[in-house]
C-alpha cells in the first residue's frame, strides 16, 4: 500500500511543493511518479526515486528509499498544475498512490 | 514515434464481456513489459494486469480484483495487447489505458495510450 500526502494542495507561481509516498513496506528505491493532467494519459516525472526522465524540467526532483520518498517541485510553474501519482515497481500488484492534486491559490 | 492507441471500448451490461486492443506503433512490442491500467472518473489509477515480454516468456499478472476475470494477452506479430473483460461489474466502469514499461535503472510506464472508457450499467 501506497499513502501519498497531501491529497490535495494550493500553492502559487514560484512556490516549492513537496508531496510525500510513504510504503507500507520497504521497497527500496522502487518508486515512480507521475504527472496527470485532465483528460489525458499520466505521464512519467522520476523513476527509481530519484532518476528525472528525459525532457522532465529539472525543477522536478524525487528522493527517498525504503518506504519514505518526495516528489519536489522547486518553482512551481503554470503547466504544473495537475494530479500527482507514486507507483510502487517492486512488486505486484503495482499499486499507485491516491493521488496529490496541486492546485492555483 | 512510439505510439498506443487503444479501442473496444462501450457500454455493456453488468455480467457481460467486453474486449480491448491497444494497438502499438514505433517500437518492438516483444522487448516490452506490458500493463493496462483504469481510472474511474474523478479517482486515481489502478493498475490492472501486465504481461511481461518474450524474453520473461509472456508471463502474467493480475490484479486481485480481475483476476479469473479478465485475461490479458498479446500478438507480437501483429503489435497487439488486448485485455479480454468477462464477468463485468458496475465497478469495471472506468478508462483503460495501455502502458508500455521500460527500464533504465529502474521500472517506469514511459508511453500510454489515450484510453477507452468501459461504462458497465444497465
Known amino acids: 500500500q501506497l499513502t501519498q500526502s497531501p491529497s490535495s494542495l494550493s500553492a502559487s507561481v514560484g512556490d516549492r511543493v513537496t508531496i510525500t509516498c510513504r510504503a507500507s513496506q520497504g521497497i527500496s528505491n522502487s518508486l515512480v511518479w507521475y504527472q496527470q493532467k485532465p483528460g489525458k494519459a499520466p505521464k512519467v516525472l522520476i523513476y527509481a526515486a530519484s532518476t528525472l526522465q528525459s525532457g522532465v524540467p529539472s525543477r522536478f526532483s524525487g528522493s527517498g528509499s525504503g518506504t519514505d520518498f518526495t516528489l519536489t517541485i522547486t518553482s512551481l510553474q503554470p503547466e504544473d498544475f495537475a494530479t500527482y501519482y507514486c507507483q510502487r515497481r517492486d512488486s505486484y500488484p503495482l499499486t499507485f498512490g491516491g493521488g496529490t492534486k496541486v492546485e492555483i491559490k | 514515434e512510439v505510439q498506443l492507441v487503444e479501442s473496444g471500448g462501450g457500454l455493456v451490461q453488468p455480467g457481460g464481456s467486453l474486449r480491448l486492443s491497444c494497438e502499438a506503433s514505433?517500437?518492438?512490442?516483444?522487448?516490452?513489459?506490458m500493463d493496462w491500467v483504469r481510472q474511474v472518473a474523478g479517482k486515481g489509477l489502478e493498475w490492472v494486469a501486465r504481461s511481461r515480454n518474450k524474453a520473461n516468456s509472456y508471463t502474467i499478472e493480475y490484479a486481485a480484483s480481475v483476476k479469473g476475470r479478465f485475461t490479458i494477452s498479446r500478438d507480437d506479430s501483429k503489435n497487439s495487447l488486448d485485455l479480454q473483460m468477462n464477468s463485468l461489474k458496475t465497478e469495471d466502469t472506468a478508462v483503460y489505458y495501455c502502458?508500455?514499461?521500460?527500464?533504465?535503472?529502474?521500472?517506469?510506464?514511459?508511453?500510454w495510450g489515450q484510453g477507452t472508457l468501459v461504462t458497465v450499467s444497465s
Open positions: 514505433g517500437f518492438i512490442l516483444s522487448d516490452h513489459h
Open positions: 502502458a508500455r514499461t521500460s527500464y533504465s535503472g529502474g521500472w517506469y510506464s514511459d508511453y
